[in-house]
């Protein structure tokens, strides 16, 4: 999302959490429900094009949703992963730690 001199923000796509990463130590702090959570950037591999895809269109799907959910007669039910989704976010559950930093 963004870079600066000391910190990375990144969204994950799939629950549009989004995370400010230290840059000197690729680790972010997360809290949930009191809970503390450490995150760290594990790969930095570029994804394949049409992967890469699906991974916006992800994203975008997300970011409607948040604006829409409350309003919609159709429910949640339309905001379900497509198999092209699914399929992309299967590729980068093995993609990634296939090629850590």
Same mark, same amino acid.
């Given at each position: 999302m963004s870079v600066t001199e000391t910190m990375i923000q990144a969204k994950n796509v799939a629950t549009q959490i989004i995370y400010d990463f230290d840059r000197q130590t690729g680790v972010a702090d997360w809290y949930v429900f009191s809970e503390h959570t450490t995150c760290t950037i594990d790969s930095v591999a570029p994804l394949p094009v049409d992967i890469h895809e699906i991974m916006l269109s992800i994203d975008r799907k997300g970011r409607e949703s948040e604006y829409r959910? +409350?309003?919609d007669p159709d429910g949640?039910?339309?905001?379900a992963l497509t198999d092209e989704e699914r399929r992309g976010l299967l590729f980068v559950s093995y993609f990634y730690? +296939?090629?850590p930093i």
């Open positions: 959910e +409350a309003e949640p039910e339309q905001y730690p +296939a090629f």
